[in-house]
Structures are given as structure tokens and as C-alpha cells.
């Protein structure tokens, strides 16, 4: 008698210690999305909003510099409007995440670029034999970075490398000729093409409209690395066999001697670029945010 109720006694301090250890214990709370990171589950990581996947639209203005307007340094001659193609660039782009602050972005732009020095040609004493103009169709495939240095803000830089061909519709560059034993002042007139090879680099800040739809303004420049007889924008330098009249405009590398006899550092093609864009991401992808150590994901 005296052994069963030992063990009945034993047996209650049993179940009284593990009831007392069930109810310390603590309770797990259930994983909840969140709209930002939280430092504690690690829900949505360290991402960037904007780093994700989507598809994009860009519709901007572009600015041409390059031989044509002034061969040396960019705009040095003022702002001129004639060099402005509003709504001249469409752009066509994807992206995907690289990271947590990184896009890659692949694109495919079209557009049209005009140049003409009529500001600087009407300033020049007689004869006047500078004057240069151009309208060109360009179409250039891309790829660049698009960084987001802050987790919670919309602003970013990018830059990246592209192959521009540009469809030259026509060009009029006017050029001493030799006729007899003197020289006439005459209008060259065409068409020829050219493909460039082109760094991009430029800021921009992106705005969250919904879940799925991002807007953002962008400014940038694309700038020739090269700039001679078929790779350039503006089909300056111009080679014999890109014209009838079989001469051959301009120069491509070094220093060039102006007018008065100043030297001046020749100026690769390229604009000036300003746009708005709007993004399509999937965000359905969110899903990929969570931290894989399940660890961290609940709450303590």
C-alpha cells in the first residue's frame, strides 16, 4: 500500500512539472508581410522597392552635341533650340534585380536627333563657307546598372554601354570647291549612315504609384567613344565615299584649329537626354524577400 501511493505521489509531481513547463512556454506568433524590412523577422530582407522585376516605357526629350553644332566642347556656343527633338527618343526597356540595391536594365531605344550651327554660321565674318546641318533616325540597344544607394528612397544613378546606328536622312555641309583656277563656296548635300559605340550615365527618382506601377524623371547623356568616317551621329567627319562630290569634311581625332588659329579639343557625338517613365514590376516576386533562415523570420 505503502509503494502505490509513493508512486501516486511521484506520478502528481509529474504532471504538475510538465503542466507548469507547457504554460512557459512561449507562444509563436504567426509570420506577417510587412511593407518594410523589420530587423527582427527579416521579412522583405534589405531590398530596395524599386529593385525588382518589370518591363518600362520612356518617352523624353533629346539635346544633340557633336561636330555639327560646334566642334569642340559641348554647347559652347549657347543653347540652341534647333538642336532640340522634343519627344525625339522612345525607349522600350526590362529589368531585373542584381542584389539589393541594383537593377540590370536592357533596353531598346528609337528616336531622331537633329543638328544645325545656324547661331554660330551667322556670327562668322564673310565667307562664310561653316555652316553644317543634319537629321538623322537613330535606334540603340543598351544595357546598364541602375543603383539605389538608400533602401527607402526612390533616387538612383545608372550608367552603361550601348551601340547607336544612326540613319542620316540628310546633311548639308557647305565646303570650298575648286572650280578653274579658284575656289567656290558650295552647298554638300546627302545621306549615309554611321553606328557608335556610346557610354549612357544619369540620375533619376522613381515614385511608387501602386503595388504594381512605378513612375520615375530621369536625366541623363549619352557620349560617343569614338567619332570618325561611319561611327559617329551627324555623319561629320564626312569620307569621300560617303558623297558625290568625293572629297572628304572634318577630322576625327586630337586638336582641331579654329578660324582665328586657335587649337581646340575636338568634341565626340552625343546628347542630352530628359524623360518620364513608367514601370510595370511584378510583384508577385515579393514572395522572394524572405531571409532563408527560418530562424529569423519569427518574432522572439
Known amino acids: 500500500m505503502k509503494i502505490h501511493f509513493c508512486h501516486s505521489i511521484l506520478l502528481g509531481i509529474a504532471l504538475v512539472t510538465l503542466s507548469l513547463s507547457a504554460s512557459a512556454a512561449p507562444k509563436q506568433k504567426r509570420i506577417v508581410w510587412r511593407e518594410r524590412s523589420d530587423s527582427q523577422t527579416g521579412l522583405y530582407g534589405t531590398k530596395n522597392f524599386f529593385v525588382t522585376h ?14 555639327v553644332d560646334n566642334e569642340g566642347l559641348s554647347m559652347n556656343g549657347g543653347f540652341n533650340v534647333k538642336n532640340l527633338s522634343l519627344g525625339g527618343g522612345l525607349r522600350f526597356a526590362y529589368q531585373m534585380p542584381v542584389g539589393n540595391h541594383c537593377n540590370l536594365h536592357f533596353s531598346l531605344m528609337g528616336g531622331t536627333l537633329r543638328g544645325d550651327n545656324e547661331n554660330q554660321f551667322k556670327a562668322l565674318a564673310e565667307p562664310r563657307d561653316d555652316y553644317r546641318k543634319f537629321n538623322s533616325v537613330v535606334i540603340q540597344p543598351s544595357v546598364s546598372i541602375q543603383y539605389y544607394p538608400f533602401s527607402r528612397a526612390g533616387f538612383y544613378i545608372y550608367g552603361g554601354l550601348a551601340l547607336t546606328a544612326s540613319i542620316i536622312t540628310d546633311y ?26 556610346m557610354v549612357r550615365l544619369g540620375l533619376g527618382y522613381s515614385w511608387k504609384l501602386t503595388d504594381s506601377w512605378l513612375m520615375s524623371a530621369e536625366i541623363g547623356v549619352d557620349e560617343g567613344l569614338i567619332d570618325t568616317h561611319y561611327m559617329n551621329l551627324d555623319a561629320w567627319p564626312l569620307a569621300p565615299s560617303q558623297n558625290s562630290d568625293e572629297v572628304a569634311l572634318g577630322n576625327s581625332f586630337g586638336t582641331w584649329v579654329g578660324r582665328n588659329g586657335q587649337k581646340h579639343i ?35
Not at 575656289?183 to 553606328?195: A, H, I, M, Q, S
Open 54 to 67: 518589370g518591363v518600362s516605357l520612356t518617352l523624353g526629350g533629346m539635346y544633340y552635341f557633336g561636330d
Open 266 to 300: 575636338h568634341w565626340n557625338d552625343g546628347w542630352f537626354q530628359v524623360g518620364i517613365t513608367v514601370t510595370y514590376r511584378w510583384s508577385n516576386c515579393e514572395h522572394c524577400r524572405i531571409i532563408n533562415n527560418y530562424g529569423n523570420r519569427i518574432r522572439k
Open 172 to 197: 548639308q555641309f557647305y565646303y570650298y570647291k575648286r572650280v578653274g583656277g579658284g575656289k567656290v563656296r558650295t552647298p554638300l548635300r546627302g545621306k549615309t549612315f554611321g553606328f557608335l559605340p
